[in-house]
């Protein structure tokens, strides 16, 4: 008899919105769902292809559920950054991307991982109960990604 050992993958973001004094205002924990797309692509990658690594996170206003064939955001508020970090540990990745003051103003509700600042391919998706984010204000989002 032998055991069996099954891979899955999962991704947790936490957001941290800051008024324009530079205070915390609000902080968020969020689970999301890794689709096809960023499974495959980190797959190709164990197989030395040369697709990207993820260099760009994005935010939008849709509010349909993610599924695993999502491949974009539903609708993109402003243009995807470029991430602020991207650290490895023993079994998981953190992403940390900023919008600053004036960047993806308004009624944030989904954000997603990709690896282009456009076009590209997208990683992970969530939605989420609206995060208001004014024009003096600014988002830090983490998101981590755990293979177990």
């Known amino acids: 008899m032998f055991n069996q050992e099954t891979i899955s993958m999962k ?3 936490i957001i941290d919105r800051y008024d324009f004094t530079g205070q915390l205002v609000e902080k968020r924990k969020i689970p999301n769902l890794v689709v096809t797309a960023g499974k495959s692509l980190m797959i190709s990658r164990l197989l030395g292809t040369t697709d990207g690594v993820m260099t760009h996170m994005g935010v939008g206003t849709g509010v349909t559920s993610p599924v695993v064939g999502n491949t974009a955001l539903e609708t993109a508020l402003g243009a995807r950054v470029a ?3 991207a650290t490895q540990s023993t079994n998981s990745v953190t992403y940390v991307g ?3 003051a004036g960047v993806s103003t308004g009624a944030i509700t989904e954000a997603g991982i990709f690896n282009a600042l456009t076009s590209g391919t997208m990683l992970c998706r969530t939605v989420f109960p ?4 004014a024009a003096g204000d600014s988002i830090i989002i983490t998101w981590i990604v755990t293979i177990s």
């Not at 609206?130 to 984010?133: A, E, L, S």
């Open 11 to 13: 991704g947790e973001l």
């Open 83 to 85: 991430l602020t970090s």
């Open 98 to 100: 900023t919008f600053g």
């Open 130 to 133: 609206v995060v208001n984010k």
